[in-house]
């Protein structure tokens, strides 16, 4: 959609308005944000639980000169933490929808009148 130019003003004072108005909709608020906040941190806690395990391995393996062996051992731990934590953050992520949305799935039907 092309916007028309805005009217030039009136007299020198009279402020422009420098920035468009929003399109018409529902803008985002708080709740909308700490959605998007715990979702982009998915993907960073999955990658820092398998980091950790990792690196807790390579550092026994080095105490105890076992070479590959806990860091196999700290790579599974690593995984399955990442997991676990995939799976709470997207129960909470869903808690939060509900809580904001309401508890009816249209989004999973894919009628998403109602977020245009």
Same mark, same amino acid.
């Given at each position: 959609?092309?916007?028309?130019?805005?009217?030039?003003? #009136?007299?020198?004072?009279e402020p422009q308005d420098a920035a468009p108005k929003p399109p018409p909709g529902k803008p985002m608020g708080v709740k909308e944000l700490k959605m998007l906040a715990v979702a982009s941190s998915v993907g960073l806690s999955m990658v820092f639980a398998l980091f950790l395990g990792m690196a807790g391995g390579y550092w026994l393996d080095r105490y105890f000169e076992t070479k590959p062996l806990f860091l196999l051992l700290g790579a599974l731990v690593g995984?399955?933490?990442?997991?676990?934590?995939?799976?709470?953050?997207?129960?909470?992520?869903?808690?939060?929808? #509900?809580?904001?949305y309401g508890r009816d799935d249209q989004y999973r039907k894919g009628d998403f009148s109602d977020f245009d």
């Amino acid at each position: 959609m092309i916007l028309p130019p805005p009217d030039p003003p #009136k007299s020198l004072e009279e402020p422009q308005d420098a920035a468009p108005k929003p399109p018409p909709g529902k803008p985002m608020g708080v709740k909308e944000l700490k959605m998007l906040a715990v979702a982009s941190s998915v993907g960073l806690s999955m990658v820092f639980a398998l980091f950790l395990g990792m690196a807790g391995g390579y550092w026994l393996d080095r105490y105890f000169e076992t070479k590959p062996l806990f860091l196999l051992l700290g790579a599974l731990v690593g995984c399955i933490a990442a997991f676990r934590n995939f799976i709470i953050l997207t129960n909470r992520l869903e808690r939060q929808r #509900k809580a904001l949305y309401g508890r009816d799935d249209q989004y999973r039907k894919g009628d998403f009148s109602d977020f245009d």
